[in-house]
């Protein structure tokens, strides 16, 4: 992993902080970090929204679009959670994206995470069969849920073993016991907030769904990085 230096230690406890930690705190939600291939990913990510939006205009069906806000709102919550953990441990968060990037967002996020978790949704509403199917006994959206959940796992392994995905604790490792907690709790409820949100049946509900998990993230920073003044 590039060195990446150090800044001073943000507070009375950072001494007891990891490099890691110190190292994702650097920069944090600086603009001056930003590099120009932001813009086309985020045309990119406009373009396929809008896309999916017009196409749910015409059909009326607009699933594939909750399926994007969903994940990657749970995917906020967990990030903001981590963030939680990196100032009540005093210590680090369960993962820390300390490497290079164009924004560290919070310690373990980054802008080119929050990109990819914007069109994961959308990939995996569209991967799925209009009409409810099974695949060797299995629902078909639970089995895909898994598959993708499996995926991201591996690709989590790769980057940990390329230094810019760092992990502290020995429960939440490449051990057989943390892949296994990594799959449950860093991506399989993800997906299983996807299935339970668009079967819902109207989308007043499927809305008001996504408006909840949304408002746990935002009442968790308001708290975490407004009223309590952390850092993450």
């Known amino acids: 992993m590039r060195a990446v230096k150090v800044a001073a230690p943000m507070s009375a406890h950072a001494g007891r902080m990891t490099t890691a930690s110190l190292q994702a705190l650097e920069h944090l939600r600086d603009p001056h970090t930003l590099q120009w291939y932001v813009i086309p990913l985020l045309a990119l990510v406009f373009h396929v929204y809008t896309t999916e939006i017009a196409r749910a205009r015409r059909s009326g069906d607009w699933n594939v679009v909750i399926a994007g806000l969903t994940l990657f709102g749970m995917d906020l919550c967990n990030e903001t959670i981590n963030g939680w953990i990196l100032n009540l441990t005093q210590r ?40 409810p199917r099974r695949l060797f006994g299995v629902p078909e959206a639970w ?43 860093g991506y399989f409820h993800f997906y299983v907030a996807v299935i339970l949100v668009t079967a819902m049946r109207s989308l007043r509900r499927k809305l008001v769904a996504v408006a909840a998990i949304y408002g746990v993230a935002v009442v968790l920073n308001v708290i975490g990085l407004g009223v309590l003044g952390w850092r993450y």
Do not use: D
Not at 94 to 120: C, D, H, K, Q
Not at 165 to 173: G, I, P, Q
């Open 143 to 185: 089995l895909l849920a898994a598959g993708y959940s499996a995926l991201c796992v591996v690709v989590e392994l790769v980057l940990n073993a390329g230094g810019l995905l760092v992990w502290e604790y020995a429960f939440w490792n490449a051990s057989p016991a943390g892949v296994w907690l990594i799959f449950l709790l």
């Open 92 to 131: 680090s968060a369960l993962w820390t994206a300390p490497g290079p990037s164009a924004m560290r967002t919070m310690v373990g996020w980054n802008i080119e995470i929050m990109f990819m978790f914007a069109l994961a949704g959308i990939i995996f509403q569209n991967s799925r069969s209009r009409a």
